[in-house]
């Protein structure tokens, strides 16, 4: 296999794009966005291809999200700011998810294993979204000081459908829970199961056959969902203004999983938690990806400046001692003015989605 960071080919059909940083669970970078929008907007008009398929190489995972050693690096040099290093990558990365949530052909995406972060971004969009027994998926941000971006808002904020809304996607952010293959399809993060081992074969059928066909020739029925067993007090808890309800009512719970989601999510950054649920009521409702994506990189541009997203990715990546020491240190210690400039419009450089 090359030793390229993302393979693009076009077989049979097929525009064919493989994540190829196995080692780093297929981690994305500035090149790698790039260049799978580089080819993206070649197939759009390419009667060539029929259909596009997402893939990462190894076992461990389709992508472990964004490089955050670069954010780190970028964040704790005090160069922050939409041009800065990662403000420029973010919004190409942001356009990215935007065309993949709109593209005009079939795009199949296989979310084995582990799905994280910017991996979402590259998959919770898609048209054609599949699911294995290693699949999981979530978004991490809150634990390193950070805010859930590349439309993850825009997923978590609707993960009731478009009939009504549940709090399953506020409890995932607030807590960074990980989310089964069951539970992705309950949550509409994913659509379709298809055990690991058929993965292969599926891939082959789609040379010849429609996507609708041939993932039907090997998708079964997913296995239950654990968050949706818990619908019931994860809605009443979470069903609040403010993070400090939130937290009050886990507590409150007769049901121990309530009691230990009041502890994860008091262990993530008091800062990122509030500007995360104000950030998740507003995407409720506004009315597109593209415009929930202009907010998240407002979200995403001002933590480059914050003490939390240094300490965050010091405390769980680099020096891995899992004890990050927040600023402000509590909720209640959280003002306004810690708040807004999250929201701050951005002038001349905002994202202009849409």
């Known amino acids: 296999m090359s030793d390229a960071e993302v393979l693009i080919e076009t077989r049979d059909g097929l525009g064919l794009i493989t994540l190829n940083r196995?080692?780093?669970?297929?981690?994305?970078?500035?090149?790698?966005?790039?260049?799978?929008?580089?080819?993206?907007?070649?197939?759009?008009?390419?009667?060539?291809?029929?259909?596009?398929?997402?893939?990462?190489?190894?076992?461990?995972?389709?992508?472990?999200?964004?490089?955050?050693?670069?954010?780190?690096?970028?964040?704790?040099?005090?160069?922050?700011?939409?041009?800065?290093?990662?403000?420029?990558?973010?919004?190409?990365?942001?356009?990215?998810?935007?065309?993949?949530?709109?593209?005009?052909?079939?795009?199949?995406?296989?979310?084995?294993?582990?799905?994280?972060?910017?991996?979402?971004?590259?998959?919770?969009?898609?048209?054609?979204?599949?699911?294995?027994?290693?699949?999981?998926?979530?978004?991490?941000?809150?634990?390193?000081?950070?805010?859930?971006?590349?439309g993850g808002t825009y997923l978590l904020a609707r993960t009731g459908g478009p009939d009504g809304h549940n709090e399953i996607g506020t409890h995932v952010a607030l807590t960074t829970a990980r989310m089964s293959a069951g539970d992705a399809i309950a949550a509409g993060f994913a659509d379709y199961f298809v055990p690991a081992e058929h993965i292969p074969a599926?891939?082959?059928?789609?040379?010849?056959?429609?996507?609708?066909?041939?993932?039907?020739?090997?998708?079964?029925?997913?296995?239950?969902?654990?968050?949706?067993?818990?619908?019931?007090?994860?809605?009443?808890?979470?069903?609040?203004?403010?993070?400090?309800?939130?937290?009050?009512?886990?507590r409150a719970h007769e049901n121990p999983a309530a009691r230990q989601a009041a502890a994860d999510v008091l262990s993530k950054s008091p800062v990122a938690l509030k500007v995360t649920l104000r950030a998740l009521r507003a995407a409720r409702e506004l009315p597109t990806l593209e415009a929930v994506l202009n907010q998240e990189y407002r979200t995403s541009v001002a933590a480059l400046r914050t003490h939390d997203l240094v300490e965050g990715i010091r405390a769980q990546v680099i020096d891995k001692d899992r004890n990050p020491q927040w600023s402000p240190r509590t909720l209640a210690d959280v003002t306004e003015s810690d708040i807004a400039p999250y929201f701050a419009d951005l002038g001349p450089d905002e994202l202009n989605l849409g």
């Open 202 to 250: 599926l891939i082959e059928a789609l040379a010849t056959t429609e996507p609708d066909i041939a993932i039907a020739k090997f998708a079964t029925t997913a296995p239950a969902s654990d968050l949706v067993a818990q619908q019931d007090w994860i809605d009443a808890c979470y069903n609040a203004d403010t993070v400090e309800e939130i937290v009050a009512r886990l």
């Open 22 to 150: 196995p080692k780093a669970i297929n981690a994305l970078n500035h090149p790698m966005a790039l260049a799978i929008l580089a080819a993206l907007r070649a197939w759009a008009d390419d009667d060539a291809v029929r259909t596009v398929v997402v893939t990462g190489a190894g076992e461990r995972g389709l992508c472990a999200g964004g490089d955050i050693v670069a954010i780190h690096n970028d964040a704790k040099s005090g160069v922050g700011g939409a041009h800065s290093p990662s403000g420029e990558f973010w919004r190409d990365e942001y356009i990215l998810n935007a065309l993949i949530g709109g593209y005009p052909k079939p795009y199949v995406v296989v979310m084995d294993g582990i799905v994280m972060g910017g991996g979402v971004g590259l998959s919770g969009h898609g048209s054609h979204r599949i699911v294995t027994e290693r699949s999981k998926v979530g978004m991490p941000e809150t634990g390193i000081g950070f805010v859930p971006d590349v």
